[in-house]
């Protein structure tokens, strides 16, 4: 499926900013199911310097400085993508996960020795027992990995009720645990970090995901969602992607822009700014299928 996606980020200030750095991940990345067709962004006012290049983990990253006062900031990113679903996996035909968390631990090949920069606590995901315990429920000795990946998927999705406005990104992986409340990002920092208590290599995904509108309605641009989901590593099978916010494996409907640890390694907008003042922030994405 081949999409034109459109990200706007409107910055709105109560007074003027005399200077402004940024760094943004906001062109999406050609993966194994997915290629990037073309990208751009347009900033406004336009930037004094711009630097165009991949992070540590291969993501598209721009960097940029605003050096005009500015009151208002537009950030649009456009970007058309070809996105294939996944083969048939069979889950149950995974590695035991006890076998999986061994060759992590001393790792032969380049495979497992890049999937190892994974399996550690990071920045947003923090591990304690609370978590481990959480985890094992699904990990029971000898089970497949890949199919207790998904028993995972489906606790958090019927465990934890979707809330906005209870969390934010930096809300600790332990307070999402006690309260079984949050958002997508909340529900992939969860899993991730029960994946890493058991010694696994786990990925945060930050992409786009295609909403459908209600029956009789017609779908209204921007109404389309940022979106995170996890990718954990499997032999054979490579990194296979879950959405524990609605209990899926990814398909042609989910759209990566970036992964990395966890939602710092990602964020789509980051910097800081001189001046400013309070300030408002406005975000429209919409995903439109071609064919």
Known sequence: ?????????RFEYAQAVSISHHVLHLSPRTAPRQKCLSAAIVVDPAPTVRKDGRDFYGNPITHLTVQEPHAKLLVHSRARVDVTGPGPIDLEASRPWEEVAGLLLGPTDAEALEACRFAFASPYVGI?????????????????LLAAAMEMTNRIYNG????????DVSTPVA???SSRTGVCQ??????????????????YVSGYLLTHPAAGQEKLVGADESHAWISVWC????????????????????????????YGD????????VGGGSHAISVS??????A
């Open 1 to 9: 499926m081949i999409y034109d996606v459109n990200h706007r980020t």
């Open 128 to 144: 304690d027992d609370a978590v481990h315990d959480f985890a094992v429920a699904s990990f029971t000795p000898g089970r497949p």
């Open 160 to 167: 934890f009720e979707y809330r906005g406005g209870v969390t």
């Open 175 to 177: 307070q999402v645990l």
């Open 186 to 203: 909340d529900f992939a920092h969860l899993q991730v970090a029960c994946l890493r208590s058991l010694g696994l290599a786990a990925r």
């Open 235 to 262: 032999p054979v099978n490579g990194w296979v992607d879950f959405d524990p916010t609605n209990n899926c494996i990814p398909g042609d409907e989910h759209i990566v822009l970036a992964w990395g640890r966890d």
């Open 266 to 273: 990602v964020s789509p907008i980051n910097g800081f700014m």
């Open 285 to 290: 994405v919409d995903v439109a299928p071609q």
